[in-house]
């Protein structure tokens, strides 16, 4: 179905290829999983596939890319949009009318499909992901979850026989990603729908794929097989793999069913250990909340919202899309203004704050990363960065190093992935070493190695009397590194207190580890190695 042969990819003012090396083919009817390390090339090859590299990106394709036999050299985007759909990793930037309906009904009318037909596919279609009860909201009144199930969607009613996907769940709590996911399997299954994902979030995903093609970067060359076999030697892989490299399994499993069948020795070898909890944070409180109310338009966003913030800690916020996680963080950040009760930092009041006040004492990187990167390069940034927090020269270029290394100075901020920009932004809000530091999906777009070099950033924060709050879906991030885990629900707090007590108390929000080694305490594979070492 899909053919690459000898495709490599360079932009311009890039000192090497993209994507280069690239000649397999991809079957029919199957779903493929795409994986590497961030900056590796993977929106690249998912661009060359739906068209959008060269015609619409630029650079120089080398090679050839064939989809149901129309090359994308001389095929552009529209002329595969009846073959191929894609879903990039901003659904805005996909969206073309202003409501829901509207959306999924615009690809089929592009492509004259008759009304009729039309309103069976948006019915059902609404069905499938969960989108009836907003057939009629405006596209920027939807949660950032629920505008990804919309992009989702208006790819769908056109029925491609491929579908090309970027970080199609990144953006969805754990109960909408699975609907996600069991849509496409049963496009896969069913209709013999070929899907090549991209994905970070491989706990989600792998056990549904038929193949996995792993773009290692570095130049070097792809590699596609069986699942287990390609993540037994790749560089990012799920935490059920790594439970099962520590314990020397093999095949390695690709399910929490596959890892609990075989973990009976392994829950043996721990007993009578318990894992390293962190001890819970004294501190008086930062930050405060008392009975917050915020509306967006009529409708309460967060209701009576009671919730502190001491120095030192990391606080998980979670919950489903549209609960008000974003809503909470936006009062913090003096963004929205309470209908009701009170918000306080210190001894201020962020929405009536001056700016030059609010710097230091709270940052918020949003989802949208692209919301604080304004300069035309990565240096420009950064100078921007320092100059704006009264920083040291360089200080904002050595986080961004951190966070992201070998990314050029001259590098635009536009032409960096996902993950990149987003690593990029919190370079710039960290600059300042603001008091309290508020994440919207911080790990969204970032691979393993990426989440683990913030996971330490986030650490050394905490430990020096910073205050942490993100919202997140990212189940294992939590368990990994918040002192304390926060539910909301429809705008009210339905659960507050330590991580390991909550998310071992929820299915939804139990990471991998812990349904493996249930009802033992386990919540993530460095708490398990570390065990096994200091009992060996």
């Given at each position: 179905?899909?053919?690459?042969?000898?495709?490599?990819?360079?932009?311009?003012?890039?000192?090497?290829?993209?994507?280069t090396?690239?000649?397999?083919?991809?079957?029919?009817?199957?779903?493929?999983?795409?994986?590497?390390?961030?900056?590796?090339?993977?929106?690249?090859?998912?661009?060359?596939?739906?068209?959008?590299?060269?015609?619409?990106?630029?650079?120089?394709?080398?090679?050839?890319v064939?989809?149901?036999?129309?090359?994308?050299?001389?095929?552009?985007?529209?002329?595969?949009?009846?073959?191929?759909?894609?879903?990039?990793?901003?659904?805005?930037?996909?969206?073309?009318?202003?409501?829901?309906?509207?959306?999924l009904?615009?690809?089929?009318?592009?492509?004259?499909?008759?009304?009729?037909?039309?309103?069976?596919r948006?019915?059902?279609?609404?069905?499938?992901?969960?989108?009836a009860?907003?057939?009629?909201?405006?596209?920027?009144?939807?949660?950032?979850?629920?505008?990804?199930?919309?992009?989702?969607?208006?790819?769908?009613?056109?029925?491609?026989?491929?579908?090309?996907?970027?970080?199609?769940?990144?953006?969805?709590?754990?109960?909408?990603a699975?609907?996600?996911?069991?849509?496409?399997?049963?496009?896969?299954?069913?209709?013999g729908?070929?899907?090549?994902?991209?994905?970070?979030?491989?706990?989600?995903?792998?056990?549904?794929?038929?193949?996995?093609?792993?773009?290692?970067?570095?130049?070097?060359?792809?590699?596609?097989g069986?699942?287990?076999e390609?993540?037994?030697?790749?560089?990012?892989?799920?935490?059920v793999?790594?439970?099962?490299?520590?314990?020397?399994?093999?095949?390695?499993?690709?399910?929490?069913?596959?890892?609990?069948r075989?973990?009976?020795?392994?829950?043996?070898?721990l007993?009578?250990?318990?894992?390293?909890?962190?001890?819970?944070?004294?501190?008086?409180?930062?930050?405060?909340?008392?009975?917050?109310?915020?509306?967006?338009?009529?409708?309460?966003?967060?209701r009576g919202?009671?919730?502190?913030?001491?120095?030192?800690?990391?606080?998980?916020?979670?919950?489903?899309n549209?609960?008000?996680?974003s809503?909470?963080?936006?009062?913090?950040?003096?963004?929205?203004?309470?209908a009701?009760?009170?918000?306080?930092?210190?001894a201020?009041?962020?929405?009536?704050?001056?700016?030059?006040?609010?710097i230091?004492?709270?940052?918020?990187?949003?989802?949208?990363?692209?919301?604080?990167?304004?300069?035309?390069?990565?240096?420009?940034?950064?100078?921007?960065?320092?100059?704006?927090?009264?920083?040291?020269?360089?200080?904002c270029?050595?986080?961004?190093?951190?966070?992201?290394?070998?990314?050029?100075?001259?590098?635009?901020?536009?032409?960096?992935?996902?993950?990149?920009?987003l690593?990029?932004?919190?370079?710039?809000v960290?600059t300042?070493?603001?008091?309290?530091?508020?994440?919207?999906?911080?790990?969204?777009?970032?691979?393993?190695?990426?989440?683990?070099?913030?996971?330490e950033?986030?650490?050394?924060?905490?430990?020096?009397?910073?205050?942490?709050?993100?919202?997140?879906?990212?189940?294992?991030?939590?368990?990994?590194?918040?002192?304390?885990?926060?539910?909301l629900?429809?705008?009210?707090?339905?659960?507050?207190?330590p991580?390991?007590?909550?998310?071992?108390?929820?299915?939804?929000?139990?990471?991998?580890?812990?349904?493996?080694?249930?009802?033992?305490?386990?919540?993530?594979?460095?708490q398990?190695?570390?065990?096994?070492?200091?009992?060996?």
């Open positions: 179905m899909i053919t690459f042969e000898q495709v490599s990819v360079h932009y311009t003012d890039a000192a090497e290829p993209a994507l090396g690239v000649d397999l083919t991809l079957p029919e009817g199957e779903l493929c999983l795409l994986v590497g390390p961030s900056g590796a090339g993977k929106s690249t090859l998912l661009g060359t596939v739906s068209g959008l590299v060269p015609h619409f990106t630029g650079g120089v394709l080398h090679g050839r064939t989809v149901a036999g129309r090359d994308t050299r001389t095929h552009r985007p529209r002329e595969l949009a009846d073959v191929v759909g894609t879903v990039g990793q901003d659904p805005r930037a996909h969206f073309v009318t202003d409501t829901v309906e509207d959306e009904a615009y690809g089929m009318e592009s492509l004259g499909i008759a009304p009729e037909v039309m309103r069976r948006v019915e059902e279609t609404l069905d499938l992901l969960g989108l009860d907003l057939r009629d909201r405006a596209l920027g009144t939807l949660s950032g979850g629920q505008q990804q199930r919309v992009a989702i969607g208006s790819v769908l009613t056109v029925h491609p026989k491929v579908l090309v996907l970027d970080e199609p769940t990144s953006a969805l709590d754990p109960g909408a699975e609907e996600v996911l069991a849509v496409l399997q049963r496009l896969v299954h069913d209709l729908t070929t899907v090549l994902m991209a994905e970070h979030r491989l706990e989600r995903v792998v056990q549904y794929a038929d193949q996995v093609l792993l773009l290692p970067g570095g130049g070097q060359p792809p590699v596609l069986e699942p287990a390609v993540l037994a030697h790749s560089p990012v892989f799920p935490p793999v790594g439970l099962g490299r520590v314990a020397g399994w093999s095949p390695l499993p690709l399910s929490v069913r596959d890892a609990r075989r973990a009976a020795p392994l829950r043996a070898r007993a009578g250990l318990r894992p390293e909890v962190p001890a819970p944070v004294a501190a008086e409180p930062l930050a405060e909340t008392a009975r917050l109310t915020v509306r967006r338009g009529p409708v309460p966003a967060l919202v009671d919730l502190a913030l001491r120095p030192g800690e990391v606080t998980a916020l979670m919950g489903r549209g609960a008000g996680k809503t909470l963080l936006g009062a913090l950040a003096g963004l929205q203004a309470p009701s009760g009170t918000v306080r930092i210190g201020l009041t962020p929405h009536k704050a001056r700016p030059q006040e609010l230091r004492q709270v940052a918020l990187v949003p989802q949208d990363p692209r919301d604080l990167l304004y300069s035309e390069t990565v240096e420009a940034e950064c100078t921007a960065a320092d100059h704006d927090a009264g920083a040291a020269a360089g200080t270029r050595a986080l961004v190093e951190r966070l992201l290394p070998g990314i050029a100075d001259h590098t635009h901020p536009r032409d960096l992935s996902e993950g990149q920009r690593s990029l932004a919190l370079a710039v960290l300042a070493r603001p008091a309290l530091l508020l994440l919207d999906e911080p790990t969204r777009g970032l691979d393993y190695a990426a989440k683990a070099r913030l996971v950033i986030l650490r050394a924060l905490a430990a020096d009397s910073h205050a942490i709050l993100l919202a997140t879906h990212d189940v294992e991030l939590a368990a990994e590194l918040a002192h304390r885990t926060v539910v629900a429809d705008g009210e707090v339905v659960a507050d207190g991580s390991a007590d909550v998310v071992l108390g929820s299915p939804a929000f139990a990471p991998q580890v812990a349904k493996v080694l249930q009802p033992e305490p386990w919540l993530t594979v460095r398990v190695a570390a065990a096994l070492e200091s009992s060996s």
